[in-house]
């Protein structure tokens, strides 16, 4: 396996002063890195175990960046809910847990290690394969699509009060003609666009709607769909496929973002059958252990 080479695996592990830390499983993955679990691995040469990895990131001593990966999950995730919860945690992996070094950092790292020189890539030599590099996130494309789900997911709240549920009723008149010129009236098979839709996202939506409901019947790869918790007795689902992101709630409506339309968030009333939908994807969702 790339970057597993014993040279690089001591260079890390020499005075490693950890940053951060992520999940690498197919419930709870970097989506920055893919729209599922293999393709997250993928981006780091990594193979998809089903129990998946932590990912720990931090600089040597010479202040070059690394990315250790290690087959510990429960430990990283314990750190990571103690940071969460403003609490300090050491995180030092056994190097018996150490599955590969691998150069550079896959996500954004917005702090660095006092004492050691500016985060840097390792120098030539040092490691058998390419540093790794955060996706490309300034321009709109998959990787920032996949990092706007994860904002509505995380602020569920704040997007959901600037939707006012009016929106998805159309007006009688509307739907007529909608219905003359062979459109639908208000419903995307399983749910209602908002008003202000046009017939290019009304068509993006269905598209959208089409694949989800698909998953239901195909499972797709490992962690297209996940589900977590939400209040009440509600869940949040997470779906991704080629081109789009679903943010959805299981009590309420779903937001859909879309490659081919830079910036925009796309919501979808529940109408009769988005319910219905919700509830299939959340039964075969992945699900944290």
């Known amino acids: 396996m790339a970057g597993t080479d014993e040279d690089a695996v001591a ?34 040469g990594l193979a998809p175990l089903v129990d998946g990895y932590g990912l720990v990131l931090g600089q040597d001593g010479e202040g070059a960046r690394w990315t250790v990966v290690i087959d510990d999950v429960s430990l990283v995730a314990v750190a990571i809910a103690s940071w969460d919860c403003g609490m300090e945690h050491d995180l030092s992996p056994d190097e018996r847990t150490v599955v590969a070094a691998l150069p550079g950092w896959p996500l954004e790292v917005a702090v660095a290690a006092p004492g050691v020189p500016a985060p840097h890539d390792p ?41 006012d549920d009016a929106a998805f009723v159309r007006p009688a008149g509307k739907a007529s003609e909608a219905s003359e010129n062979g459109e639908s009236s208000g419903t995307a ?33 490992l962690g297209r769909v996940r ?13 991704d496929g ?44 992945v699900r944290p252990s």
């Open 11 to 44: 260079a890390a592990d020499d005075a490693l002063y950890v940053l951060t830390a992520a999940l690498l499983t197919p419930a709870k993955f970097p989506s920055v890195l893919g729209d599922d679990y293999p393709a997250a691995c993928a981006a780091l």
């Open 123 to 163: 120098g030539p030599g040092v490691a058998d394969r390419p540093a790794l590099t955060p996706p490309d996130t300034s321009t709109w494309g998959p990787a920032q699509r996949r990092l706007g789900a994860d904002e509505i997911a995380l602020q569920w709240a704040m997007w959901r009060e600037q939707i």
């Open 189 to 221: 098979g399983d749910g209602q666009e908002a008003e202000q839709s046009g017939p290019k996202l009304r068509t993006g939506i269905r598209r959208v709607l089409a694949e989800a409901r698909a998953y239901v019947d195909t499972p797709p790869p």
């Open 227 to 239: 589900s977590t918790f939400a209040p009440g007795d509600a869940r949040t689902l997470r779906a």
């Open 242 to 285: 080629p081109g789009w992101s679903l943010v959805a709630r299981t009590d309420d409506i779903a937001f859909v973002l879309l490659d081919e339309e830079p910036g925009e968030v796309l919501p979808v009333g529940r109408g009769p059958e988005l319910p219905g939908l919700l509830e299939a994807l959340d039964k075969m969702a």
